[in-house]
Each structure stands twice: as structure tokens, then as C-alpha cells.
Nanobody, 115 residues
Framework: QVQLVESGGGSVQAGGSLRLSCAAS????????MAWYRQAPGKERELVAR???????AYADSVKGRVTISRDNAKNTVYLQLNNLKPEDAGVYYC?????????WGQGTQVTVSS
């Protein structure tokens, strides 16, 4: 069964925007904090943002003010709005329930930012 499906990535110029979506199985979405991670080539996967079931938000310092995470509990979907994209934002973006380790990673969605 499909548990995490990311979409919405693409190729944009610096300063552009993208909205990423992650559809999750209901059993792993509803009671969990959901997070977005990204992995650039040659680098470790890093936490970008997270949102609790009740809407508590947290962001990595590198994206504060440019990124917004949200969730639609009725659709079991978490979103990541990326604005004012920079080349260093490029990578494969993944969503996951926290804590990690209980659910296989999805295929991710690629974000490419050209300068």
C-alpha cells in the first residue's frame, strides 16, 4: 500500500515559488506530527519544517520567512509552500511522520533552482 506520496516539485529560477504536497495514509497522518525533509546531492537529509496535529509549527533557520508548512487533516495531506527559492534549496524533498523510523520514505519530489 502507498503510505507517503510527494508531488509538486519542479525546476524554477531563483526567487520563484513552488508548492509541494504529500498525501499520506490516514493511519500515519492523523495523530502524528508531519515533517518535510530535503536532501541535496552529497549531503545528509535535513529537516526543513514540521507541523503537529494541532498546528504547532517549526522551521529550520535556513528557510524561516520563506517557507510555510500546513496540513489538511480532512485530506491527510501536508503541504510545503516554498517562496523566494535559492539555489541552496535544491534537492529531493520528502515528507515523513515524526518520530522517524516507523514509515518507509516515499519517492520524494525533486526541486531544482537555477541562479
Amino acid at each position: 500500500q502507498v503510505q507517503l506520496v510527494e508531488s509538486g516539485g519542479g525546476s524554477v529560477q531563483a526567487g520563484g515559488s513552488l508548492r509541494l504536497s504529500c498525501a499520506a495514509s490516514a493511519n500515519i497522518f492523523r495523530a502524528n506530527t508531519m515533517a518535510w525533509y530535503r536532501q541535496a546531492p552529497g549531503k545528509e537529509r535535513e529537516l526543513v519544517a514540521r507541523i503537529s496535529p494541532g498546528g504547532f509549527l517549526a522551521y529550520a533557520d535556513s528557510v524561516k520567512g520563506r517557507v510555510t508548512i500546513s496540513r489538511d487533516n480532512a485530506k491527510n495531506t501536508v503541504y510545503l509552500q516554498l517562496n523566494n527559492l535559492k539555489p541552496e534549496d535544491a534537492g529531493v524533498y520528502y515528507c515523513a511522520p515524526l518520530p522517524l523510523g516507523r514509515t518507509p520514505w516515499g519517492q520524494g519530489t525533486q526541486v531544482t533552482v537555477s541562479s
